[in-house]
Nanobody, 116 residues
């Protein structure tokens, strides 16, 4: 059974940091690209950051470049999103996703709220 379980969300003040993690199981994690998405209330889901299967290449939305860092540990089947200098507009539910072989898996999401 495929599972993607996000953790690390919460309430943080503007300018603060959070580290999201996604634990994967039930598929060959090291063969899949991994992506973090987010969806704010009333808005469409948007891509935040993606990393290739071996971790050699990353890509970021313009809105988070220089503030967020995606990484993965293929030995632990985890993908992380380090979020620094958080802004109120980063408030959203954050989802991790696995892509490969014509398949796409989703986690259940974790809420991130940036507010003073």
């Amino acid at each position: 059974q495929v599972q993607l379980v996000e953790s690390g969300g919460g309430l943080v003040q503007p300018g603060g940091s959070l580290r999201l993690s996604c634990a994967a199981s039930g598929f060959s994690f090291r063969r899949y690209a991994m992506t973090w998405y987010r969806q704010a209330p009333g808005k469409e889901r948007e891509l935040v950051a993606t990393i290739t299967s071996a971790g050699g290449s990353t890509n970021y939305a313009d809105s988070v470049k220089g503030r967020f860092t995606i990484s993965r540990d293929n030995a632990k089947n985890t993908v992380n999103l380090q979020m620094n200098s958080l802004k109120p507009e980063d408030t959203a539910v954050y989802y991790c996703s696995a892509d490969g072989f014509g398949l796409k898996y989703w986690g259940q999401g974790t809420q991130v709220t940036v507010s003073s």
